[in-house]
């Protein structure tokens, strides 16, 4: 008689303005360029971008940020680019984290299998996620050659479709399980991860994961400095929470029952 496999649910995370409240890609093509890094004009013209996030599109601004990443670190050693963004994490991305977040990947931890689905690079995404304890990262590579040096291109870039990704991951591992599945994400690359898991949470949502969250009655969680607003659907209103119980407070509304 065959013994039954112990599934465990997983619970999955955008890192990017989700876990960390900032892109975190961008950050490291600051830190590049405030270093004089990128090489040639390259350096200006990322600060230059970097000070643009609030005029542009933020897809546009996004690609443009990858863009930068890739012709700035063409032919650099990725062995010193790793070694530089693992300092950066530590000493100030990591301290960029959303509360509300935070909290509810700590709850988790007991229970699920938690992973980070994110378009950010894998130089930076790792480091940080092995630093908050995930269970495992799925994030943007970029190409190097056989000398270890940086190619130009991308490989992976599990953003462009989380919901594959995620499929991916539960048919090659038989002991993780959508039942009791939790996601949280704050995009509309988000959508196709937040369709699969039993209990999605739209954090601090762009205009179309709001308008999939009030449409698929996904609990919207708003974070804002010390208040935390949790809206679990058009007829249930708002519930706002401030002060140091905010946290605690809107994780037990934001995860209680939803008819869905």
């Known amino acids: 008689?065959?013994?039954?496999?112990?599934?465990?649910?997983?619970?999955?995370f955008d890192l990017d303005d989700t876990v960390i409240l900032d892109n975190v890609g961008a950050r490291l093509l600051e830190q590049l360029a405030q270093?004089?890094?990128?090489?040639?004009?390259?350096?200006?013209?990322?600060?230059?971008?970097?000070?643009?996030?609030?005029?542009?599109?933020?897809?546009?601004?996004e690609r443009m940020v990858v863009r930068l990443l890739l012709l700035g670190l063409r032919g650099q050693?990725?062995?010193?680019?790793?070694?530089?963004?693992?300092?950066?994490?530590?000493?100030?991305?990591?301290?960029?984290?959303?509360?509300?977040?935070?909290?509810?990947?700590?709850?988790?931890r007991l229970t699920h299998f938690c992973l980070a689905i994110t378009g950010s690079p894998e130089e930076m995404a790792r480091p940080l996620?092995?630093?908050?304890?995930?269970?495992?990262?799925?994030?943007?590579?970029?190409e190097v050659n056989r000398h270890g040096r940086y190619t130009g291109r991308q490989l992976d870039v599990p953003s462009q479709n989380k919901g594959?990704?995620?499929?991916?991951?539960?048919?090659?591992?038989?002991?993780?399980?959508?039942?009791?599945?939790?996601?949280i994400g704050n995009s509309y690359t988000d959508i196709p991860m937040l369709s699969l898991v039993e209990q999605p949470l739209a954090f601090n949502p762009d205009q179309e994961l709001s308008n999939w969250a009030r449409q698929n009655n996904c609990p919207i969680v708003i974070e804002d400095g010390d208040t935390i607003l949790v809206s679990l659907d058009l007829e249930d209103g708002q519930h706002t929470f401030c002060g140091q119980d905010a946290t605690t407070a809107a994780l037990e509304?934001?995860?209680?029952?939803?008819?869905?």
């Open 253 to 260: 509304q934001a995860l209680s029952p939803v008819v869905r």
């Open 164 to 183: 594959d990704v995620l499929d991916q991951i539960l048919k090659t591992d038989p002991t993780l399980t959508l039942e009791g599945s939790i996601g």
């Open 129 to 142: 996620t092995e630093n908050l304890r995930f269970n495992g990262c799925f994030c943007t590579s970029f």
């Open 77 to 108: 050693c990725q062995k010193d680019i790793k070694t530089l963004a693992r300092r950066y994490v530590v000493d100030d991305v990591y301290k960029k984290y959303s509360r509300f977040t935070m909290a509810l990947l700590q709850q988790l």
């Open 1 to 12: 008689m065959e013994t039954a496999i112990e599934r465990m649910p997983v619970a999955v």
């Open 35 to 61: 270093q004089q890094l990128l090489g040639g004009s390259l350096n200006s013209i990322a600060l230059r971008l970097l000070t643009r996030k609030e005029q542009l599109p933020p897809r546009q601004w």
